[in-house]
């Protein structure tokens, strides 16, 4: 699949980042100046410019983020994977109306591309479940995604 750069989320990447999703989150290690990759699900797209996160306070993202804004996700969607690049802040260093210490994160997209390798597509996208109880993860999970929505 031939690379696209465009500025902003598609028109089917939207409706796809607007509900939990498994993605993988780069920022630049403050202490090592590396990169730092992180699993997370909280991501809600906004609009096609803008994604908030929502992650655990005492996670290094925070701390990386307020040292050093840029940041990547990666999203394994529609077939294939998506790089989004832009920059990131803390919004808000505690998140409302969740009952866990979450920061949200705010990132201003810059740029968007399939970083899928040529010739290639996603047959199935990666899954994952909760280890613990389903009824309090389903629970959580809409807490922190209408927290997210409500941003």
Do not use: C
Request: hydrophobic share 45%; proline share 5%; no cysteine.
């Amino acid at each position: 699949m031939p690379e696209i750069v465009a500025q902003s989320l598609s028109q089917e990447l939207l409706p796809l980042l607007q509900k939990e999703r498994f993605a993988m989150l780069s920022t630049i290690n403050k202490q090592s100046g590396a990169p730092y990759i992180s699993a997370i699900s909280w991501v809600y797209a906004k609009n096609p410019s803008t994604l908030v996160l929502a992650v655990d306070s005492r996670s290094s993202i925070v701390e990386n983020v307020i040292h050093n804004s840029r940041v990547v996700l990666n999203v394994f969607a529609a077939g294939s994977v998506y790089s989004i690049a832009g920059m990131g802040s803390v919004k808000a260093p505690r998140m409302e109306g969740v009952p866990l210490k979450l920061s949200l994160l705010e990132v201003l997209i810059e740029e968007v591309r399939d970083v899928m390798f040529y010739g290639s597509r996603l047959s199935i996208e990666p899954q994952y479940e909760k280890t613990y109880d389903a009824r309090a993860a389903a629970k959580l999970d809409n807490q922190v995604m209408e927290a997210l929505k409500n941003a």
